[in-house]
């Protein structure tokens, strides 16, 4: 059983870039969140995506903007890449009203 | 004033010593409980998940929830090596993981 899978594994973007990350959910899951986590600091939550629709959002702006396809998978995109948006990108997924969520192993972005 | 908060350590433990993790919080609205185990360059594992208060055991793993305190903490009993990682508390007010608020992480060595 496929746990969550993202792509690329890394990335380096020069700042003012645009980016794509992507994510396929753990199977049988219908809903995938996106965090940030900075060098020595906790995941923080970017948004949540649940039957195509972003359900919840944290406190980042709107250059951050995600999409989820109908086979559950999803992207999170970032514009006007700035130096400060380096960091390990991470997905996760879980069962529709289920709370246990399943991460993945990151995408690791550096921007130059 | 973070929402949570967790030592980030470090903390050095012989093989074999039980080892106490904590976070502490401050939104009453959390009821899900969360602990991940975090590898360098690795996405969080999760290791254990508590509704509510009380107390969930799970082989070497014991998760604590006190929500009259708003103090969580997970014992590792027999600490080996490979346990050594970075432990991450989450918590969430909603069900379908919606915004897991994370503690910073408290990086852990078991020495042989």
């Known amino acids: 059983d496929a746990g969550v899978t993202q792509s690329p594994t890394h990335l380096i973007k020069t700042r003012g870039q645009q980016v794509t990350l992507r994510c396929s959910p753990k199977s049988g899951h219908d809903t995938v969140s996106w965090y940030q986590q900075a060098l020595g600091q906790g995941p923080q939550f970017i948004f949540q995506?649940?039957?195509?629709?972003?359900?919840q959002r944290g406190n980042f702006p709107d250059r951050f903007s995600g999409h989820q396809f109908p086979n559950y998978s999803s992207e999170l995109n970032v514009n006007a890449l700035l130096l400060g948006d380096s960091a390990l990108y991470l997905c996760a997924s879980n069962p529709g009203q289920g709370t246990e969520a399943f991460f993945g192993q990151g995408t690791r972005l550096t921007v130059v | 004033q973070k929402e949570v908060e967790q030592d980030p350590g470090p903390l050095s433990v012989p093989e074999g010593a039980i080892v106490s993790l904590n976070c502490t919080y401050s939104n009453s609205a959390f009821q899900y409980f969360m602990w991940y185990r975090q590898y360098s360059r690795k996405g969080p594992e999760l290791l254990m998940y508590t509704y509510s208060s009380g107390n969930k055991e799970d082989g070497r793993f014991t998760a604590q929830v006190d929500k009259s305190s708003k103090y969580i903490s997970l014992f590792i009993r027999d600490s080996q090596p490979s346990d050594s990682a970075t432990y991450l508390c989450?918590?969430?007010?909603?069900?379908?993981?919606?915004?897991?608020?994370f503690g910073q992480g408290t990086r852990l060595t078991i020495n042989p």
């Open positions: 995506y649940y039957e195509e629709e972003e359900r």
């Open positions: 989450a918590m969430s007010a909603d069900q379908g993981a919606q915004k897991l608020v």
